[in-house]
């Protein structure tokens, strides 16, 4: 049974950097069958998937195209835990922000969630 | 606005059949990309009901089933129960984005 337990602030200034981890029990994020990913849910923009990392032989990471320039989703295999930073914050990146598991192209396990809030 | 498109909302008597579709286009769902289903309740995360198109992870009740024709998709509930009431999700993988698209979101409400 795979968990994930989320981590971070739930509040962040503008134009810093959103800083999120993601604790992985019951797989390894070195696995060379899941992907991890960050997704984000707020009532204006939906559910929206935004990067995520994975281990094929070598380390590998894909980011949408509406963060590609400020996204980085990184692994941590000493802690076995993936972190994602969004830099350049707005308002417009208030959200519910999610960890997930990948596996066959679905994600079958979440994190909790976190609300980011962006303000001054 | 979203990739893929659902309806806003949705409703039904205890016991009907609902469904709801899902649609895309010749990058995504027509391209041939597997659609996969999620429930997401109030408060919690999203929750995989169907992957693959038409498969079921274990646990899921076989109330649940999709099928996928052509650009679109579809996630039929039968016998429906006051605890089907939550939000839908409609998924797939987009050519153009290179990335993955979500629908937006359909609101089942169990009369």
């Known amino acids: 049974q795979v968990q994930l337990q989320q981590s971070g602030p739930g509040l962040v200034k503008p134009s810093q950097t959103l800083s999120l981890t993601c604790a992985i029990s019951?797989?390894?994020?070195?696995?060379?069958?899941?992907?991890w990913n960050w997704l984000r849910q707020s009532p204006s923009r939906g559910l929206e998937w935004l990067g995520r990392?994975?281990?094929?032989?070598?380390?590998?990471?894909e980011y949408s195209v509406s963060v590609k320039s400020r996204i980085t989703v990184n692994p941590d295999t000493s802690k076995n835990q993936f972190s994602l930073q969004l830099s350049s914050v707005t308002p417009e990146d208030t959200a519910v922000y999610f960890c997930?598991?990948?596996?066959?192209?679905?994600?079958?396990?979440w994190g909790q969630g976190t609300l980011v809030t962006v303000s001054p | 606005q979203s990739v893929l498109t659902q309806p806003p909302s949705v409703s039904g008597a205890p016991g009907q059949r609902v469904t709801i579709s899902c649609t895309g286009s010749?990058?995504?769902?027509?391209?041939?990309?597997?659609v996969h289903w999620y429930q997401q309740l109030p408060g919690t995360a999203p929750k995989v009901l169907i992957y693959?198109?038409?498969n079921r992870p274990s646990g899921v009740p076989d109330r649940f089933s999709g099928s996928k024709s052509g650009s679109s998709a579809s996630l039929a509930i039968t016998g429906l129960q006051a605890e089907d009431e939550a939000d839908y999700y409609c998924?797939?993988?987009?050519?153009?984005?290179?990335?993955?698209?979500f629908g937006g979101g359909t609101k089942l409400t169990v009369l």
């Open positions: 997930a598991r990948g596996t066959d192209g679905y994600l079958d396990s």
């Open positions: 019951g797989d390894s994020v070195s696995s060379n069958s899941a992907a």
């Open positions: 990392t994975y281990y094929r032989s070598k380390w590998h990471s």
């Open positions: 010749s990058s995504n769902i027509g391209a041939g990309y597997d």
């Open positions: 693959g198109n038409n």
């Open positions: 998924h797939s993988y987009d050519s153009s984005l290179s990335g993955w698209v």
